[in-house]
């Protein structure tokens, strides 16, 4: 079935060869004339590609045609230099949620130094595609999450950034259970 489609790609004439008047029958009777195929190529004892070749060849061309006809989409600048009062960054809606979600999320889960790495991965996407949700416009997020063993240890767990005060800013949620520990991290850059 896939070779049929690619002979079908082989034989229909492509955009470039109509163009300059290649592959069609002057006869009129489905055949095409030698002198039209000689014509075509540089030197009449040439070797003809494969069908892969020719096929690789009709499809890049094919790709070239519609890259010419999407035009591209320019925007303007906004010159916005600090966010909407309504769109700026909540702290405390926000380190309210993770701290839910990290306790529905880890109430049951033990630690395990295999699983660990992937839960941490997991877990911080879906808490960044959540805030992402809430309506923050204009704002770059990054959730920082560590997850580590309760072991009678201490654990100090800090962050330094250089920002803007006025528009930036961060939120900090815990949680512990029994087995193990989490600490997330939320920063809000805005983005000019």
Request: with cysteine; glycine share 4%.
């Amino acid at each position: 079935m896939l070779a049929k489609k690619l002979l079908k790609i082989v034989r229909e004439p492509s955009a470039v060869s109509q163009k300059s008047g290649e592959g069609h029958d002057s006869t009129g009777d489905g055949t095409i004339s030698e002198t039209s195929v000689a014509s075509s190529r540089p030197n009449a004892f040439s070797r003809k590609g494969s069908v892969w070749s020719q096929v690789a060849k009709k499809l890049s061309t094919q790709k070239e045609a519609q890259k010419v006809l999407v035009p591209r989409v320019r925007y303007e600048n906004t010159f916005q230099l600090s966010p909407d009062e309504k769109c700026k960054f909540d702290a405390t809606k926000v380190r309210s949620f993770v701290e839910e979600l990290l306790a529905m999320r880890l109430k049951t889960e033990e630690y395990n130094p295999r699983t660990v790495s992937t839960l941490t991965i997991n877990l911080s996407d879906v808490i960044k595609a959540r805030v992402k949700k809430m309506g923050f416009k204009r704002q770059k997020i990054v959730c920082h999450l560590v997850i580590g063993e309760k072991n009678s240890q201490d654990v100090n767990v800090c962050s330094r950034c250089v920002w803007d005060t006025s528009t930036d800013n961060s939120a900090t949620a815990r949680y512990s259970n029994a087995s193990l520990f989490a600490v997330a991290t939320i920063f809000a850059v805005y983005f000019e």
